[in-house]
């Protein structure tokens, strides 16, 4: 079977080099380093490193963060020439709004207004706004590879045909937690970034933004092609690489099978080559064992820095000058390259025809990326239809305030609420000393549920893949990690705090322990966070093979959580999440589910659009036993507006659960309502206390819905097959 193509349209770059293609062409030809002392922000100690910067100085009086202003600007250059709003967003980042954030912090700012702009999931919905985009904005948090797991990403859920048209793509501005984070570390070159060169000693900390449209559609003139992806975990270390680079050679392998390629039919490869010791030799050691002959290859972060989550965004954009401008872009920085590296980079620009391009993004917890773009016109290789969206559920796991699972159930069968938080000796309890020592709330409450979720399996077959949602990341780090700098004037830097503050930090924390190397994804969806994640899944678990964990949680922080989460009051904290142990064999599964509906931007007939999605309002009223609603505290006006426009369409009441009510106001409490779901349809009944009502005896072909509501409208459905 012939699969479409997937094209990139067009591209949007800005980054240290310059705004736009033509820049950046000019200074990758010109092997401009771009790096200088940083004067984004005042240091209070200590002569400024040399980063990669985009720009004058941060305005504290502009109306959005730095990395919003970024991201739109990548975004316009993108969608220029489309006069058609994308159906999906899908952008990378790592620290959101944290730039602004660390400003408000320091002045003390208590008004949670100002602090809007913060979550990750905050810069995807501008964009989608921005693009006037109705469909799903979708936020992966993968550290450095995020940027080309969002257009991965992007690649797969086109592929499935509901989708023409996704912009994809990756984001980070500098800020004070990444610039004294990875100084912390000792992964900073104060001579400035000298990729594969033998006198190596660290990266540049680097900013900027760039965006692909995609389309299924081929457009008169289209930049390149977007022929494979490839996805891997190292599961070895939460910042360094395998030493032999296991990990990245799994994910090329995977790039070029997914592309129908050999390792021959590469013209060029854009390493990953960040400039430390160990990540250069390790990705070294991956290539010299896939290819038997090396293409030309490089690295272009000794002239732009590493920008972090957009890093594999913008080099994805240098790849496809590569194969359109017939450019091979040098390493700059790169005097004396290493010889234990076997072999020697493109030290300078050079022009050579280019049809096929291997591009490599690799981050902290071995969250490994690769795509493969070709020239335009460039045909993909037939392959199998994508597997359905249905995840068979063979195990679960919860936590909430009530504690595990089994007691969570024992209270809301009573009608008793479960919203709270569980001791953190209680936590910490379920695990052992040494894997808890140097993590925090939210990696312990994450490895819980997956050690639960996997007890539950009584399989023997170890999890292969990770998919999680977190509304927020790892607040106690990021907290603890900023506030020690500002105490210590900048002194004394947390590493330990760094690595934990990462969002993927506790799915990292979870492929170790599992030695889970397949995809490894994180999303930062705020109240949808679950969602996404389960859309994650669901786009990319092949139809056969090992099985992966699903999670979703987070936590909750005495100061940051009432400041950023709107629906939190304060002294009213709550926390916890879900898992689900998921593969496609429905033999023996518990539960069927996959998310059917994701709608964005509070339109008016998303409440159809949904109907529409589960098959009409006949199909919804006779396979429609209860309805789970999750409506955010701060979006109780909206919610209960799109509740009352849904039931007016089907034209009859159905039994309610306001599932909040019980598990308390955090991000991922639909990962909670998601595993109720599943143990209800398990049992074949949901209980009367939760609908206010009789109990309710599910018969076969019955689904349950979990809703989300308010900013977006999403349908999750759980049935036993």
């Known amino acids: 079977m012939t699969r479409k193509a997937v094209h990139i349209a067009a591209a949007g770059i800005v980054s240290p080099l310059g705004s736009g293609l033509a820049a950046t062409e000019a200074a990758l030809r010109a092997n401009r380093s771009a790096l200088a002392p940083l004067t984004i922000f005042p240091l209070l100690q200590q002569a400024p490193l040399l980063v990669g910067q ?16 970024l991201a739109r600007e990548a975004a316009r250059m993108a969608m220029a020439g489309c006069p058609d709003p994308p159906d999906a967003i899908v952008l990378g980042c790592t620290t959101g709004g944290i730039l602004t954030t660390e400003r408000l912090l320091r002045e003390g700012e208590r008004n949670r207004d100002a602090y809007r702009a913060h979550g990750l999931l905050s810069l995807a919905e501008d964009i989608a706004t921005l693009c006037r985009c109705t469909g799903p904005a979708l936020t992966v948090s993968t550290a450095c590879s995020s940027g080309a797991v969002a257009i991965a990403l992007a690649l797969n859920l086109l592929r499935t045909g509901r989708m023409r ?46 965006m692909l449209l995609l389309t299924t559609e081929r457009p008169e003139r289209p930049l390149a092609t977007l022929l494979g992806a490839g996805f891997s975990c190292d599961a070895h270390h ?161 936590l909430t305030g009530a504690g595990l699972l089994q007691p969570t159930l024992e209270r809301l069968c009573l009608g008793l609420p479960v919203a709270g938080q569980l001791a953190p000796e209680q ?19 994450t490895l819980l549920l997956a050690d639960e979720a996997c007890a539950d399996a009584a399989s023997a077959e170890r999890p292969d893949a990770v998919f999680m949602g977190t509304g927020w990341g790892a607040l106690s780090e990021t907290w603890d990690f900023l506030h020690r700098l500002t105490e210590s ?15 993927n930090s506790p799915a990292g924390q ?66 916890g999440g879900g898992a689900l142990y998921v593969n496609r064999n429905r033999e023996r599964a518990r539960c069927l589910t996959r998310l059917a509906f994701y709608g964005r931007g509070g339109g008016s007939d ?30 109780q006006a909206e919610g209960n507006r799109q509740l009352t426009r849904l039931f007016d369409l089907i034209g009859k009441p159905l039994p309610i659960c306001r599932y909040r009510e019980f598990t308390g106001e955090f991000a991922s409490a639909s990962a909670v309502a998601a595993v109720l779901a599943s143990a209800f349809v398990e049992a074949g009944r949901v209980p009367g206390a939760l609908v206010g009502g009789d109990d309710i005896v599910l018969h076969p072909g019955d689904r349950l819905l979990v809703l989300g509501t308010g900013q977006c409208l999403t349908a999750m459905e759980f049935f036993r097959p």
């Not at 990444?178 to 190596?200: K, M």
């Not at 900048?490 to 990462?502: M, Q």
Request: overall charge neutral; proline content about 10%; some cysteine.
């Open 54 to 69: 985009i720009g004058e100085p941060d305005r504290p009086d502009a109306p959005l963060p730095r990395a919003h202003r």
């Open 165 to 210: 048209r996704i912009l994809a793509g990756g984001v980070d501005s500098l800020s004070r937690l990444t610039y004294f984070g990875f100084h912390s570390l000792q992964l900073v070159d104060r001579n400035g970034c000298r990729p594969l060169d033998t006198d190596r000693q660290g990266l540049a900390v680097a900013e900027g933004a760039a």
């Open 238 to 398: 939460p910042t360094a690489p395998h030493p032999e680079g296991k990990g990245a050679r799994a994910a090329m392998l995977a790039a070029l099978k997914d592309a129908g390629l050999a390792p021959d039919a590469v013209d060029y490869i854009n390493l990953h080559g960040t400039g430390t010791p160990d990540n250069d030799l390790a990705e070294a050691r991956a290539i010299a064992s896939l290819f038997p002959t090396l293409p030309p290859l490089s690295s272009i972060k000794g002239a732009t820095g590493h920008s972090l989550a957009a890093s594999g965004a913008i080099e994805a954009v240098v790849s496809c000058l590569a194969v359109s401008r017939g450019l091979v872009p040098g390493t700059v920085g790169c005097r004396r390259p290493d010889p234990a590296l076997g072999y020697t980079p493109q030290k300078a620009c050079t022009e050579r025809p280019v049809t096929t391009v291997l591009s490599n993004s690799f981050g902290f917890g071995g969250n490994n990326g690769c795509l493969v773009i070709g020239r335009p016109g460039s045909e993909p290789p037939g392959r199998p239809p994508p597997p359905d969206d249905w995840l068979a559920i063979h195990a679960s796991a919860c």
């Open 427 to 445: 936590v910490a309890g379920y695990l052992p000393a040494k894997l808890v020592r140097r993590i925090k709330r939210l990696a312990r409450l």
């Open 489 to 503: 004037a900048e002194r004394f830097p947390s590493p330990t705090d760094f690595v934990g503050s990462v969002h």
């Open 510 to 575: 979870v492929a170790m322990r599992y030695n889970a190397t397949g995809a490894n994804l994180t999303a930062s969806g705020g109240d949808y966070s679950f969602e996404q994640a389960l859309l994650a899944a669901q786009t990319l678990l092949p139809a056969s093979g090992r099985p992966a964990l699903l999670l979703g949680g987070d936590e909750g922080h005495a100061q940051f959580s009432p400041l950023l989460d709107p629906s939190v009051a304060a002294g009213a904290l709550a926390d």
């Open 606 to 635: 998303l409440p159809e659009q949904m109907i529409a999605a589960l098959g009409g309002p006949a199909t919804f009223r006779q396979r429609t036993a209860a309805v789970f609603v999750g409506v955010p505290a701060a979006q």
